[in-house]
């Protein structure tokens, strides 16, 4: 039996919902919100969902609960949009993943039976393919890679399918190919990029990223943990090179700012 959700939550849900419908009232709305199309807001989905991914990093609770709240808006926003054009609302989105979530847990809603998460993954797979009306077919993992590709970030599509290929036997014998595959490709962006086409010194570039996401599988690393770490690390030495600098940066020669960003490489190790 499903457990009855707080009338608190009800309430507050019931607020937000009537609050982002007024904000899109014709006549009494905000001109921005009333602006806005399912394209316009793409970017910011996209903005809040990371923003709740750092929040959850940091640990910290209350910026936890305020980005899952913009995250949230996103949601509502998107559907109060959609039925101001008369293609859906809410109430259509909560009753389409309520549904979805009972169909692809029998096991829990049914009297499917499982052995482990790997079971539940596999029935997960199978009806989702069947909702899709696709026919699951074990010799082709294509539909899975192209779907990776245009819904998931470059870096995240990458992993993916990285990991996907290798799981279906298309992989190395050993971790030396791979650092031999990057050698090669490492010296086909070089000479991309000395002789060549824009397009293709892209797309040699791309080659060289996708290698390193191979040997990060390899080494059991996330590449886009170790990105983001680095990103984070060059920010904190910045700061310090330009509290070294007390002005600005171009108005010091490349040799002093090696001095201070060396400084500051060695303040700020873990």
């Avoid at 959850?56 to 949601?75: F, H, N, P, T, Y």
């Amino acid at each position: 039996m499903s457990q009855p959700v707080a009338p608190a939550v009800l309430a507050a849900l019931e607020r937000l919902v009537a609050i982002v419908a007024q904000l899109r009232h014709p006549q009494t709305g905000c001109p921005w919100d009333l602006q806005q199309t399912p394209e316009t807001l793409i970017p910011y989905v996209i903005e809040e969902a990371y923003e709740v991914v750092d929040a959850i990093r940091s640990g910290d609770k209350g910026a936890i609960a305020e980005e899952l709240g913009d995250l949230l808006l996103q949601v509502v926003l998107q559907s109060q949009v959609a039925a101001d054009a008369g293609a859906f609302d809410l109430a259509t989105v909560a009753t389409g993943i309520s549904e979805k979530l009972i169909r692809r847990h029998p096991h829990v809603f049914g009297d499917v039976q499982v052995e482990g998460v790997e079971e539940v993954h596999r029935n997960w797979e199978a009806i989702k393919a069947q909702e899709k009306g696709e026919v699951p077919d074990p010799h082709r993992l294509t539909p899975k890679l192209q779907r990776d590709s245009r819904t998931l970030p470059p870096l995240m599509a990458a992993s993916k399918i990285s990991h996907r290929a290798a799981q279906a036997g298309f992989e190395w014998d050993t971790v030396e190919g791979v650092w031999a595959k990057f050698e090669e490709e490492l010296g086909e962006f070089r000479t991309a990029i000395a002789a060549e086409p824009r397009e293709n010194q892209e797309a040699e570039l791309g080659d060289v990223l996708f290698t390193l996401v191979n040997l990060a599988r390899w080494y059991g690393l996330d590449p886009a943990a170790a990105l983001q770490g680095t990103n984070r690390r060059f920010i904190q030495r910045f700061e310090q090179v330009e509290a070294s600098a007390g002005g600005s940066l171009g108005d010091l020669s490349v040799e002093e700012l090696e001095v201070f960003w060396q400084r500051a490489k060695q303040a700020l190790q873990p």
